[in-house]
């Protein structure tokens, strides 16, 4: 290789570039000295110019750390030899080196500061040595080919976005693992199996969101909430076992997991947040222990396999009949599961409050309510194509926004002109949500004995 440049810049420390024989453009960049790589004061690593062309570095023996932001940008560099004196890659070192290939951890490395190979893109396989501690977040970030990492034993945390779109497989925590960060592993579409540590007692929000490919999960016993988005769009997980330790179950955090069939709420669990199970299309049956003192709206919409919710007879707030979920006091009608086989259903006399979403998709063609309804929430009858009519007494107070969207063949029948209540929605009874003036057929003044004739 013939020498082009050379610097003596920052003593210790000297640099120089070569040719690489039978390419005019590739480079090869040799670092040699005592000593961190880069002054804490640099802005600009003295090699950058010749970022484009630079397809191998080699950091030779006697520089104990790879410098911040050292290569950043360096989308032509394909290997890196390291020497066994380095005990730091610090942050940014290799950031968005979209073209490298292969990068030889030495044994003496202690820590992997935060975006370290974050968007390496073409990076297939790294082995971290068991010497490192530590290994900060966004680490490996976007390293879409990175198939398989091992984990060293000395590492206690797994950091905010430290795997966030890779492309590992699978993975074994080992046992010193506390926490998992926000993102950690969000987006490996194809992770198929992770491996939780006995010890682990902390997972923050969307640690597992959108991986695809996730089919089981065991949560140890010491986790007390499913954090928000936790598992959001795992569309393969089917199975879920939850520790009695968990008490938590926070906002979405597992909708979307259009496959989940098999999960039990822990006997202790206390609240169950908005949207925790949206979506989850194949989920049968639930049974809600006694422990829960609060459900958030929409948990169980769109789970269009769930034939019934059954609650612990001794539950204070919540009480189901015939699968069907409402408040203790029977009151307020909370959620028809989608599922459940039936032409008709007549609710209750004691409700006065059909919930947000509580018909959505349901498989009925009539539903009667009674006289004591007072409020009807927004979305509470949409999509039941097999909904063709609706009787709405007139004593209702407050009508929510959309209650009849995608029921595209429904007549409302209800027995005043107009409803006088300041809450009603200048939109209840929209059918197509893009085009207010697509509405129901309306018929007003229409007592309830005579609606019932005419829909038997």
């Not at 990068?103 to 040595?129: H, Y």
């Not at 393969?236 to 039990?264: H, M, Q, R």
């Not at 199970?277 to 769930?306: E, H």
Request: a neutral charge; hydrophobic letters at 40%.
């Amino acid at each position: 290789m013939k020498r082009i440049a050379k610097s003596g810049i920052f003593s210790p420390v000297q640099w120089a570039v070569y040719a690489i024989e039978g390419d005019k453009k590739a480079l090869h960049l040799e670092i040699q000295g005592k000593g961190a790589m880069l002054p804490p004061a640099m802005k600009t690593v003295p090699w950058a110019k010749y970022a484009p062309d630079v397809r191998t570095v080699d950091i030779g023996r006697g520089i104990t750390d790879v410098g911040c932001c050292a290569f950043i940008g360096f989308t032509a560099l394909e290997e890196v030899t390291l020497s066994e004196e380095i005990t730091v890659i610090n942050a940014g070192a290799f950031y968005e080196c979209a073209s490298l290939k292969t990068v030889k951890l030495p044994k003496t490395l202690k820590r992997i500061e935060q975006t370290a190979f974050c968007k390496c893109r073409s990076l297939q396989n790294i082995e971290i040595p068991d010497s490192v501690e530590y290994i900060g977040g966004e680490a490996f970030s976007e390293c879409a080919l990175l198939e398989g990492v091992h984990i060293p034993e000395g590492i206690t945390e797994i950091f905010n976005y430290t795997f966030f779109g890779s492309g590992i497989r699978s993975m074994v925590l080992p046992p010193k693992v506390r926490n998992i960060g926000d993102d950690a592993f969000a987006g490996c579409t194809h992770l198929e199996s992770i491996t939780l540590p006995a010890g682990l007692n902390k997972i923050t929000r969307e640690a597992f969101c959108g991986c695809e490919a996730l089919r089981s999960v065991v949560l140890p016993h010491g986790v007390t909430m499913v954090p928000e988005r936790c598992f959001y769009g795992c569309k393969k997980l089917e199975s879920v076992k939850l520790p009695t330790s968990v008490t938590y179950i926070c906002k979405e955090s597992f909708a979307e997991c259009e496959n989940l069939a098999d999960i039990a709420l822990p006997p202790y669990v206390k609240s169950i947040e908005s949207n925790a199970f949206y979506g989850c299309k194949a989920l049968p049956k639930v049974f809600i222990p006694r422990s829960v003192r609060r459900i958030g709206n929409d948990v169980f919409c769109g789970c269009r396999a769930l034939v019934r919710i059954d609650v612990e007879a001794e539950n204070a707030r919540f009480k189901s009949l015939d699968g069907v979920l409402y408040d203790s006091d029977m009151r307020n009608l909370l959620c028809y599961p989608a599922g459940k086989p039936g032409e008709e259903y007549r609710i209750p006399e004691t409700v006065e409050i059909i919930g947000t979403r509580a018909f959505q998709r349901s498989l009925l063609s009539r539903i009667y309510i009674p006289d004591g309804i007072r409020e009807i929430g927004m979305y509470a009858f949409r999509h039941c194509k097999n909904l063709h009519a609706l009787f709405l007494p007139g004593n209702l107070k407050e009508l929510g926004f959309g209650i009849c969207y995608f029921c595209k063949d429904i007549t409302v029948y209800t027995d005043v002109l107009a409803f006088s209540g300041s809450g009603i929605s200048s939109r209840w009874d929209c059918i197509d949500p893009n085009d207010a003036t697509v509405r129901a057929k309306f018929r007003p003044d229409v007592s309830r004995e005579q609606y019932e004739a005419e829909n038997p």
